[in-house]
């Protein structure tokens, strides 16, 4: 038997952890040559607080509010976690009965979800300066009883009115007040209010970011803006936001023919002639792109791209370097009429890649572990949580900040 383990303090490292775990179980976003850490830096810089499990808007509000009905109900440690689950239980029947199910986490799975969208959640929380406790939301909810008893002893001043110095506090005392039934009958559209708090909270803590500028917008973004590099905005970012769009583009562009190939590489193995064609087709049409922005992957600053990376906390191998460069070495140097497909170079660096991450996993050579690939393994284009959840964020922001009436 095998399993995760980690330290309670390393809130981040167990973030991370998990958000592999659910990637894995989507075959199409799977990191199969070891760029992920890569990826998910870039989308930090980008749209920090979000991750590729996270759904809608509200969530960013039903969590605290949720957690603050604990507090106030004095709810004992040890029966804090259950009570957690059931009101999110309760929160998501709730929402599955007020709309289609869309966007409700839980909805398949019920009460039996393995993560909660507290959990889901709680980093974006902190890094958004709504969760004021600094810890894993299992150590949350072993220090309530500390919390409560802290909040009886705490301090008053001459008038006998709490010492705000000292008041204690997990949540952002600037929070929306809980709708009084929240759990009887609620949506995922947000109040004006509501909305105007949660980009004050953006503003205030990733005021350099992306989605800060984006945010204050309040455009919707139509389903044909598959990337955000497709978007009209970009244009008129500070040029730190522009430099980093350009990165983040070049990056995915040029990494998603390495996916593709691993892919056609497999197909072949499994001899599997639909698959083959479709990724030959898929590669040809990259190749065509890359023709097109030839100009702009020829004069990419790779110095400053790794500067990006290391500014924004990303950890990588010298190894993971090493083959992200080759590759972009290849695909600078490779001819108009000469097809990635048959390019012997570019398949034994995808073989020798695959074989330095996964060692005796590999599925490359490995017939008893290609049973399991179902044709479509990580060759999706990287694009940064933006179809999921940013741009639903980027909706539900600009419908409540334009609507002309508040609702219950």
């Given at each position: 038997?095998?399993?995760?383990?980690?330290l309670d303090y390393s809130e981040k490292e167990r973030q991370q952890v998990l958000q592999v775990i659910e990637l894995f179980r989507e075959d199409d976003t799977r990191d199969e040559l070891g760029i992920g850490t890569i990826r998910d830096t870039i989308a930090d810089l980008l749209f920090p607080g979000t991750s590729t499990i996270q759904t809608r808007l509200r969530y960013f509000l039903f969590i605290p509010w949720l957690l603050k009905m604990i507090e106030q109900k004095r709810v004992p440690s040890h029966k804090a976690s259950t009570r957690s689950r059931d009101y999110q239980g309760r929160l998501r029947d709730v929402l599955m009965s007020q709309t289609a199910g869309d966007g409700v986490i839980g909805a398949v799975a019920g009460y039996k979800v393995q993560r909660l969208p507290s959990n889901i959640y709680w980093n974006g929380?902190?890094?958004w300066g709504i969760r004021l406790f600094?810890?894993?939301e299992m150590s949350y909810y072993h220090s309530l009883d500390g919390f409560y008893d802290r909040q009886r002893t705490n301090r008053v001043s001459a008038d006998g009115e709490p010492d705000k110095e000292v008041l204690v506090?997990?949540?952002d005392p600037a929070l929306p007040s809980c709708p009084e039934k929240l759990l009887e009958k609620t949506t995922f559209r947000l109040k004006k209010e509501e909305a105007t708090y949660l980009l004050d909270r953006i503003r205030t803590h990733q005021p350099d970011s992306l989605l800060r500028h984006l945010m204050e917008r309040a455009e919707t973004v139509a389903d044909e803006v598959r990337f955000v590099w497709e978007h009209h905005a970009i244009e008129e970012m500070p040029r730190e936001i522009q430099d980093q769009v350009i990165h983040a583009r070049n990056f995915s562009e040029v990494m998603h023919g390495a996916a593709l190939l691993y892919n056609l590489i497999l197909a072949e193995q499994r001899s599997w002639d639909e698959r083959i064609q479709n990724y030959q087709k898929l590669i040809n049409q990259w190749q065509n792109l890359m023709h097109t922005r030839k100009l702009a992957i020829i004069s990419w600053n790779m110095d400053a791209f790794w500067n990006l990376?290391?500014?924004g906390g990303g950890r990588f191998t010298p190894h993971t370097r090493s083959f992200i460069e080759k590759w972009i070495g290849l695909v600078r140097?490779?001819?108009?009429h000469h097809s990635f497909s048959s390019n012997n170079a570019a398949r034994n660096m995808i073989v020798d890649r695959e074989r330095q991450i996964k060692r005796n996993r590999a599925r490359i050579n490995n017939t008893s572990l290609q049973e399991s690939w179902q044709g479509n393994s990580g060759a999706a284009q990287l694009e940064y949580?933006?179809?999921?959840?940013v741009r639903s964020y980027l909706n539900d922001m600009a419908k409540a900040l334009s609507t002309k009436y508040d609702h219950a």
């Amino acid at each position: 038997m095998s399993g995760f383990t980690w330290l309670d303090y390393s809130e981040k490292e167990r973030q991370q952890v998990l958000q592999v775990i659910e990637l894995f179980r989507e075959d199409d976003t799977r990191d199969e040559l070891g760029i992920g850490t890569i990826r998910d830096t870039i989308a930090d810089l980008l749209f920090p607080g979000t991750s590729t499990i996270q759904t809608r808007l509200r969530y960013f509000l039903f969590i605290p509010w949720l957690l603050k009905m604990i507090e106030q109900k004095r709810v004992p440690s040890h029966k804090a976690s259950t009570r957690s689950r059931d009101y999110q239980g309760r929160l998501r029947d709730v929402l599955m009965s007020q709309t289609a199910g869309d966007g409700v986490i839980g909805a398949v799975a019920g009460y039996k979800v393995q993560r909660l969208p507290s959990n889901i959640y709680w980093n974006g929380l902190d890094k958004w300066g709504i969760r004021l406790f600094h810890g894993t939301e299992m150590s949350y909810y072993h220090s309530l009883d500390g919390f409560y008893d802290r909040q009886r002893t705490n301090r008053v001043s001459a008038d006998g009115e709490p010492d705000k110095e000292v008041l204690v506090e997990n949540w952002d005392p600037a929070l929306p007040s809980c709708p009084e039934k929240l759990l009887e009958k609620t949506t995922f559209r947000l109040k004006k209010e509501e909305a105007t708090y949660l980009l004050d909270r953006i503003r205030t803590h990733q005021p350099d970011s992306l989605l800060r500028h984006l945010m204050e917008r309040a455009e919707t973004v139509a389903d044909e803006v598959r990337f955000v590099w497709e978007h009209h905005a970009i244009e008129e970012m500070p040029r730190e936001i522009q430099d980093q769009v350009i990165h983040a583009r070049n990056f995915s562009e040029v990494m998603h023919g390495a996916a593709l190939l691993y892919n056609l590489i497999l197909a072949e193995q499994r001899s599997w002639d639909e698959r083959i064609q479709n990724y030959q087709k898929l590669i040809n049409q990259w190749q065509n792109l890359m023709h097109t922005r030839k100009l702009a992957i020829i004069s990419w600053n790779m110095d400053a791209f790794w500067n990006l990376v290391r500014e924004g906390g990303g950890r990588f191998t010298p190894h993971t370097r090493s083959f992200i460069e080759k590759w972009i070495g290849l695909v600078r140097d490779a001819g108009d009429h000469h097809s990635f497909s048959s390019n012997n170079a570019a398949r034994n660096m995808i073989v020798d890649r695959e074989r330095q991450i996964k060692r005796n996993r590999a599925r490359i050579n490995n017939t008893s572990l290609q049973e399991s690939w179902q044709g479509n393994s990580g060759a999706a284009q990287l694009e940064y949580r933006w179809n999921v959840p940013v741009r639903s964020y980027l909706n539900d922001m600009a419908k409540a900040l334009s609507t002309k009436y508040d609702h219950a």
